[in-house]
Structures are given as structure tokens and as C-alpha cells.
């Protein structure tokens, strides 16, 4: 039977020669679905956030955060390459695949950091690089080198990587940060540990064949749904909270309210779901909404940001 070491070895050994990876490996290695959340969001903190900035300009800013978030992923993948070996759901990525080499990956991940930061400051402003530069490292090395293998609060500390680029892409408007694009980092920082348990309930096997102290694993199923639920509560209230500030109108917390509604319904059917359920069907139903709830909210808040304003003329006129 392989284990991890031996994957460690074998990944960890010298090479001589490049691989003969394509395009289509290298962009895998940026991890494109979550790269998309990144730059979606960070967009949305870009067109929410008062102010203008020129439309070439801000084009180049959702650039560079993207291959930042990219940058990302690769470093993560290079680390991660002993582990997703193992685990059933990463084997076929491009490093334990064999089609791309670990240097490579690693070459690969500081190149696009480097660029992606240093361009960003040049073109945009160096607050909003130095927010990339952070987030880069906190998922790189924070989370991925320190918190993913020793606590089983790696995603909550963790999810704070995930939860920056809003405010990113907020900085490059207007160089700073402010109340409203501190609610837009919460709402993903509170969204990521009820995202991730749902995944880490009907993945717990994979995780406990690399030793990853995943919550399901470490405190059990039991607690991990109740910390599902007050996460989801959380998640609900804070989903609302740029009504409350005037980002928005009501009609856009009126939506984030059903929208919240539902997240909750759906982590008390996890919570209510038996232990050890083999199928883990409300944990999967779960892990899908979420992704369509935070997509969902920060289209809203877009919509909401620019139709406030339009439906206020239009009233006007009449």
C-alpha cells in the first residue's frame, strides 16, 4: 500500500528534467473555480466601494488580485502535493499527477505573486498591493504550512484569506478600508467554516487518512453541526448587515434575508441528519447552497448598489 510518505518521497526527490506539462496543467494549478469567488468578490468590493477609478485601471486591479488568488493556489498545491496524493479528491491535480513537477509548481506560485503585487502597486496604489501581499501569505504560509495540519480551527482562522479580496478590491478605489468593507469581509469569513464542515462531514475519511484535523474528525460529528448552524446564524445576520449601514437598500436585505433564512434551514437539517450517515445527503445539499448563497449575495449587493440610485430617480421623475 503507498502512503503519504512515500508520495512526500517520491515528490521531494531530485529531478533533472522539466515535465512536459501544458497550458491547460499550469492553469489548473490556480485552482480556477476558487479563483472565480475571488475575483468575483473582489470585484463587487471594487464597484461598491465610493469613488472612481478608471475603468482600464480597475480592469488591471481584478487582473492582478486574480493571478494573486492563482498564485495562491499553486503554492498551496506545491505544499499540499504529499497529501492530495492520498486524498480521493485531489489525486488527479497536476502535481500528484505526475504532469507537472513540485519546483515548477513552486517557480510557477512566486513568479505570479511577485507580479501580481508588485504591478498592482505600481499601476493601482500600494495599500491595495500590500492587502494582496497579505493574503497571499496568509493562505500560503499561515494557513496552508501552519494552521491546515495542526488545529482543527484551520478553516476558521484560515477562511480569513478567502475573505480579503472584497476589501481588496475596495482598496483600489479608495486606498483604505472602511466599515462597509469590513461587513463584506465578514460576511465571506463567516460563511467559510459552515462551507467547509458541510465538505469536511462527507469527506471525513480523506482527511483522516492524511491526519488533517479536520472539525468532523477532532470534536466529532455531533459538535461539528452545532458549530455548522451557529456559523450559519451568523453567516444570516452579517448577510444583511450592509442594509443596516445604507451600502444598500432594504430591498437587498429583504433578499439576503430569505437567502439567509435558507442557509440556516439547511445546516438544521445537517445538524438534524444521524451520525454516521453513510449518504450525508444534507451536509452535499449544503456545500452546494452555500457556494450559490455567496454568489448570490454579493450579485445582489451589485444590483442593489447600482438600481437603489436608478429606481430613486425614476421616482423622482414621476
Not at 139 to 168: C, D, H
Not at 272 to 284: R, S, T, Y
Request: charged content about 10%; hydrophobic content about 55%.
Amino acid at each position: 500500500m503507498t502512503t503519504i510518505d512515500d508520495h512526500a518521497d517520491l515528490l521531494s526527490g531530485e529531478q533533472v528534467r522539466l515535465s512536459e506539462a501544458g497550458a491547460r496543467d499550469f492553469f489548473e494549478l490556480l485552482k480556477p473555480r476558487v479563483m472565480s469567488l475571488v475575483v468575483f468578490t473582489a470585484f463587487a468590493g471594487l464597484l461598491l466601494a465610493p469613488g472612481q477609478i478608471n475603468p482600464f485601471i480597475a480592469a488591471i486591479a481584478i487582473l492582478c488580485i486574480a493571478v494573486g488568488a492563482g498564485a495562491s493556489g499553486a503554492l498551496n498545491m506545491w505544499y499540499d502535493a504529499d497529501i492530495d496524493a492520498v486524498m480521493s479528491r485531489t489525486a488527479r491535480r497536476p502535481i500528484p499527477d505526475g504532469r507537472i513537477l513540485p519546483q515548477e509548481a513552486l517557480a510557477f506560485g512566486l513568479t505570479l505573486s511577485t507580479f501580481s503585487v508588485a504591478i498592482l502597486g505600481l499601476v493601482v496604489n500600494w495599500f491595495a498591493a500590500g492587502l494582496l501581499a497579505f493574503t497571499i501569505f496568509f493562505y500560503a504560509v499561515v494557513y496552508t504550512m501552519w494552521l491546515k495540519r495542526s488545529t482543527p480551527q484551520n478553516i476558521v482562522i484560515g477562511g480569513a484569506s478567502g475573505a480579503f479580496p472584497p476589501m481588496i478590491g475596495w482598496a483600489c478605489v479608495t486606498g483604505g478600508v472602511s466599515l462597509d468593507s469590513v461587513l463584506l469581509f465578514l460576511i465571506i469569513f463567516l460563511w467559510t467554516p459552515a462551507h467547509f464542515w458541510a465538505l469536511a462531514l462527507f469527506k471525513m475519511r480523506d482527511y483522516g487518512a492524511v491526519g488533517i484535523p479536520m472539525m468532523p474528525n477532532v470534536a466529532g460529528e455531533g459538535s461539528t453541526k452545532n458549530q455548522i448552524l451557529v456559523y450559519a446564524v451568523l453567516t444570516a445576520a452579517c448577510g444583511v448587515s450592509p442594509a443596516l449601514t445604507g451600502l444598500v437598500g432594504w430591498g437587498y436585505g429583504v433578499f439576503a434575508a430569505v437567502l439567509g433564512i435558507v442557509f440556516v434551514g439547511c445546516s438544521i437539517a445537517v445538524r438534524q441528519m444521524p451520525d454516521g450517515d453513510e449518504k450525508m445527503l444534507p451536509a452535499k445539499r449544503m456545500f452546494a447552497y452555500s457556494v450559490v448563497y455567496l454568489f448570490a449575495i454579493f450579485t445582489a449587493l451589485i444590483l442593489a448598489h447600482y438600481a437603489g440610485p436608478l429606481l430613486d430617480r425614476l421616482a423622482g421623475a414621476a
